[in-house]
């Protein structure tokens, strides 16, 4: 439907971020309210959610998100203007440039702590 | 099945329920707010903004939006069709029970 080229990319990247993102959100609001399945519970998951695995997966959650976030504005302009769809392979180079502009600090300054916590 | 189009009255066209089109308007809705409301989830952090009412929107709106993106995603790429039906009630009684347990840990703040 959308022939290839910049539209069809910004689609399955869009895709496949959501399918990251609720993953992480599943986990993520596990977390959170873990102490309501009991202390047992909460006790027994709290060492996982501090492991570098995890840490790893929430850094990539959060490039999702920044992707996930600009993309639907994109998609948006392209809902609700008459002239979104015009230009919509345009915006979605502005979309990328400033998906790196954001995430590439985060993952510098993350990523070494992340590392440094091992594999445990 | 899913709207797929670039406007509201295309969509209006296609939606093949009422209840298509409604989710279809609360994908946008809902991403409108959840750009603004994780923005100060992240970059404010989750212990400046400890509002009951500010943390469990958070979570509904974003559980719902996901699990409606699953849904579309599920719908797409998964032909079996007991196969799509099992991952989808499994999906919605893990949200259900997670929406529930943010609502009990929220009250107890």
């Known amino acids: 439907m959308y022939r290839g080229g910049e ?17 992480y959100l599943l986990l993520h609001a596990t977390e959170m ?57 345009y915006v979605w180079y502005v979309v990328i ?4 502009l954001m995430y590439v600090p985060i993952v510098n300054y993350q990523l070494p702590q992340i590392l440094n916590l091992g594999g445990h | 099945m899913a709207i797929k189009t670039r406007n509201f009255d295309e969509a209006r066209r296609q939606a093949s329920t009422n209840w298509e089109l409604i989710w279809w308007v609360f994908m946008r809705v809902s991403g409108l707010l959840l750009i603004l409301l994780l923005w100060m989830h992240i970059y404010i952090g989750p212990k400046l903004i400890s509002i009951k009412a500010y943390d469990f929107t958070l979570l509904a709106l974003a559980l719902l939006h996901g699990t409606n993106g699953s849904r579309y995603i599920l719908d797409d790429y998964v032909h079996n069709g007991s196969l799509r039906v099992i991952l989808k009630s499994t999906l919605y009684v893990l949200v259900a029970v997670l929406l529930l347990a943010g609502g009990l840990f929220v009250a107890k703040l």
């Open chain 1, 97 to 100: 440039i400033v998906f790196f």
């Open chain 1, 7 to 23: 539209g069809q990319w910004a689609y399955y990247l869009h895709r496949f971020a959501g399918a990251l993102i609720i993953l």
């Open chain 1, 33 to 89: 309210t873990a102490p309501v399945f009991g202390s047992d519970f909460a006790a027994a998951v709290a060492g996982w959610f501090r492991t570098a695995s995890y840490k790893l997966l929430q850094l990539l959650a959060v490039g999702a998100i920044i992707y996930h976030g600009l993309n639907g504005i994109r998609i948006m302009l392209m809902d609700f203007t008459s002239w979104g769809t015009r230009i919509q392979k």
